[in-house]
């Protein structure tokens, strides 16, 4: 593949609002196989780290690209600019979705198929690890459920149980409990059990759920979800912004009076 070949593979992926150019740099980097430079829309790709040639080379080859090409239509998103940190959730949800695309259109293969060792190893770790660790933590809230009752039942705070005696955070016990109570599917894992079981509404955790069982990525959950919220109630995110700025504005202000009586002192 060249240069023009591998652009016109990513258009046929998902056309982009703005132009860009793509390069061969014909040089090899031990550091990174490509990159993207906002200001000049310009992604660069050391295709000399692909030098031995092949069909995996060529799609490793254009793994990278799709990579450097979700940086570019990030980009577009944010109105041609981009954060000093580019690797942001957003960034991989745009990513992970050109690779689904790209997989449904046959114009690129999932690089972490095709090696048993690999898949056989994956397994194992989903099998032992991620659903009993999952698991585990699910039926902690189920123990720490009944630890709470019988706290009721003593007269005696539960969150002083907690800290005191478990000497846990608060937060980790009350998600543990929620885990249970929404009884969620250990087979996502116990990070994802924490995402999930942050959501609220019931609906939207099932749907959230559904999407991480059925391949989507963290990060493309998270941000449909977030984008999700903001679409239906602009007026709530608005008014968590202003309840911030508000916090925000009260400490600096009893801080400048700080300040400004030391400095009188």
């Known amino acids: 593949m060249n240069q023009d070949q591998v652009k016109a ?17 014909g040089k090899s980097s031990k550091k990174v196989n490509g990159l993207y430079k906002p200001e000049s829309r310009e992604i660069i790709i050391h295709n000399r780290n692909f030098a031995a040639g092949g069909e995996q080379n ?52 999932d690089v972490f198929q095709g090696s048993p060792e690999l898949e056989k190893l994956t397994e194992i770790i989903r099998e032992k690890f991620l659903l009993e660790n ?27 149980y907690v800290d005191r005696v478990l000497r846990i955070p608060r937060v980790a016990a009350n998600m543990a409990i929620r885990m249970h109570q929404y009884d969620l599917d250990p087979a996502v894992g116990a990070d994802n059990m924490r995402f999930l079981a942050g959501i609220r509404n019931g609906g939207d955790r099932e749907a959230a759920e559904k999407a991480l069982l059925g391949g989507k990525s963290p990060d493309t959950v998270k941000t449909a979800f977030r984008s999700k919220n903001a679409e239906e109630d602009p007026k709530l995110h608005l008014e968590k912004e202003k309840a911030r700025l508000e916090r925000t504005i009260e400490t600096l202000t009893k801080r400048l009076a700080e300040v400004k009586k030391e400095l009188a002192r």
């Open 9 to 25: 593979k990513l258009l046929a992926i998902e056309d982009a609002p703005l132009e860009f150019s793509l390069v061969f740099s």
């Open 134 to 160: 999952g698991s585990i933590v699910k039926e902690m809230g189920r123990q720490l459920l009944k630890a709470h009752d019988l706290c009721a039942s003593l007269g005696v705070r539960f969150e002083d």
């Open 58 to 109: 060529e799609n490793l080859l254009l793994y990278t690209a799709i990579h450097e090409y979700a940086h570019h239509l990030h980009a577009c998103s944010r109105g041609g600019t981009l954060q000093a940190r580019a690797h942001t959730s957003e960034f991989w949800a745009i990513f992970h979705g050109l690779l689904e695309k790209a997989q449904a259109k046959k114009i690129y293969h």
